[in-house]
């Protein structure tokens, strides 16, 4: 649904893209990381059609976004973040000339605007012009704007900043709810936990060029290294009592817990687990160690800057 190949942006003699190459195909939602001026805009407006790229090529539902931009706008919903509302209309005035501009006709735009202002809170506001609106109410309806046409494509660049956690929430769960065999999505976003609970594929974005891309499992072997399990144990426990099998290196150790890398969990942890029942170990859990995107973002961030890890 969206595919760029050596996707590429010079601005005089700097280039804000470098060689990008996503895919993302209908059913999986993608989260564009990286630092602000990293180039995730620049990527967004390329596969929009408003800036043509200046090596590569990308296609979005099929279209070249050169050659077929017309096409390309007419299948993509962009919400930028700059939201462009028109302050002196009203929700209702708003949504309705999106649906013009889609070429719907009187009854699809009434239907769909009337559906996504009810899903998004605003039915009471509707007939109030958006210039009152509050931060959050109009990042909801220029959401709802971007979904207008039902399009197959979406590009949210931080579809949930200035929301309360309950806005959030119904956008994310709306975000989520896209997803399907006919619709693609990217995310831009600064929220970790975000992109996180939505993201199918993960893709972090440095200087202009891709530094990680993959699962966010595949990301966590590649940056994190081998999964790591802990064992925490309801008082102290002397260790000199256990001989830990092969195969089991040990990353921490305490008096109440433990924390290792197996190669073969499926075989050592229940090992573990029967060995120090024999020694009438007072085990409270074993459990792998919870491993965020956030660690793997950090972590990648500081070794692409040259920073020491701590």
């Not at 997803?179 to 990217?186: K, Y």
């Not at 600064?190 to 202009?208: Q, S, T």
């Not at 891709?210 to 999964?227: D, F, H, N, P």
Request: aromatic share 8%; hydrophobic share 40%; with cysteine.
């Amino acid at each position: 649904m969206i595919q760029t190949e050596n996707l590429s942006k010079a601005f005089s003699d700097f280039w804000a893209v470098d060689d990008v190459k996503l895919d993302v195909k209908p059913g999986q939602i993608l989260a564009l990381l990286g630092q602000n001026g990293a180039g995730k805009t620049t990527t967004i407006r390329m596969l929009t059609g408003l800036l043509q790229p200046t090596r590569g090529w990308a296609r979005v539902a099929g279209y070249d976004v050169v050659k077929e931009p017309n096409q390309v706008r007419a299948s993509v919903g962009v919400l930028t973040e700059q939201h462009g509302l028109y302050l002196r209309m009203t929700a209702v005035e708003y949504l309705d000339f999106f649906g013009k501009v889609y070429h719907l006709d009187v009854d699809a735009r009434k239907k769909r605007s009337n559906h996504l202002l009810e899903y998004f809170g605003l039915a009471d506001a509707a007939h109030r012009r958006i210039g009152e609106y509050s931060k959050g109410m109009k990042q909801k309806l220029a959401l709802a704007r971007t979904l207008i046409h039902e399009p197959p494509a979406l590009l949210l660049d931080e579809p949930t900043s200035a929301m309360d956690p309950e806005s959030a929430r119904l956008v994310r769960d709306e975000i989520a709810s896209l997803r399907s065999s006919q619709r693609a999505i990217v995310i831009c976003t600064h929220n970790l936990a975000e992109a996180e609970a939505l993201a199918d594929e993960i893709a972090i974005i440095y200087r202009g060029k891709i530094l990680l891309q993959g699962s966010l499992e595949t990301l966590k072997q590649e940056v994190l290294g081998s999964t790591e399990y802990e064992v925490i144990f309801s008082s102290p426990y002397d260790f000199r009592k256990f001989n830990l099998p092969i195969g089991v290196e040990v990353v921490e150790r305490t008096e109440k817990q433990i924390r290792f890398r197996s190669e073969n969990p499926e075989v050592i942890n229940p090992l573990l687990l029967k060995e120090f029942s024999a020694q009438q170990a007072p085990v409270l859990t074993l459990q792998e160690t919870p491993r965020s995107l956030e660690q793997v973002y950090l972590k990648a961030m500081s070794e692409a800057n040259g920073e020491a890890i701590q």
